[in-house]
């Protein structure tokens, strides 16, 4: 028969079992994460509460945006990305919230995940191009946070495959948004970006920026959307559309060879993360080719400022146009 203080034994070994062993909770990819790092069992560590503002939603130590941004910005050896402080506009591949934070909610310069330290954006109130309140917005809005099911996301950065209430999971590509037929990722995401540690998008029948475009719906498309093309003229810039023969040719005449700052989809799924090679008629213009994920130190999250004058020719949209 068991006693009560037999129970409490067993209790107490789980308890030390799930919250000392990494390999019985390991998340999203880190060495070493654990269920503590991110949940508590009754809001107290130590004998302490783990916040002021009390309990949160599924036994988490903080809400949303700010939980992750307690690792995400650097302040942990777990390998996480640095997304949150880094200061430096370029100084990982999607861009920091370090402008966003700074420049309060009206800033203008890319997403605002709404937590204690990023204001909703105060001049947008949905998604431009789209509907998706802007104070809805957080880090999981667009992330999956445990990825542990590979049905819900995809590897690349777990980025969920159902965003905005819109299945991705086959548009952007395969079902495993790493495999060579998509996109691969550069090797270290807390240094600088460089043509040896970048991002590489490659693609074959999917569409990347339908993934963005589950917010941004009106501005994703080609020559085949209204949205985009009517009546024999563009209307707005089309994504996932070949470059022109032109456009290859000013393109490789201003840089020889493909830029990472500038990235084009990889048609030809020929790039690697080291390599370098020229663009070509089979890549394709898409959402990130001209934006950051994140932020940027521009209006809208451009990779340049759209409204200086000094632009010089092979930077911008000079990149691809030649006028």
Known sequence: MFTQKWL?????????????????????????????KCHTMHDSIGGADVGAVGPQANLLRDAGTDLCLSCHNGSWNGGEPNVYNVGVDEETPAGDFYRVRSAGGDSGLGHNPVGTNIAVDGTL????????????????????????????????RNLLKTVNTVDVSTTIGSGNA??????????????????????????????????????????????SDTDIYTGGKWIRHPTHTNLTAAMVTNYNAVNTNYIYTYPVLDGAGTLTVAGTRAVAATDKVFCLSCHNAHTSANANALKWNYVDQSIASDTACNMCHDK
């Open 8 to 36: 409490w034994g067993i209790g107490m070994l789980i308890l030390v079992l799930v919250f000392a062993t990494p390999s019985f909770a390991m998340v999203h990819g880190a060495g070493n994460l654990v269920c503590y």
């Open 125 to 156: 109130a949905t998604a431009p191009g789209g509907t998706f309140a802007s104070a809805n917005l957080t880090c999981t809005s667009c992330h999956d946070a445990h990825a542990t099911d590979a049905t819900k996301f995809f590897a690349y």
């Open 178 to 223: 790493q495999e060579a037929d998509v996109y691969d990722e550069g090797t270290n995401t807390n240094n600088a970006i460089s043509n040896t540690n970048k991002n590489v998008y490659r693609t074959g029948a999917g569409q990347f920026g339908a993934w963005c475009g589950t917010c941004h719906g009106s501005f994703h498309g080609d020559a």
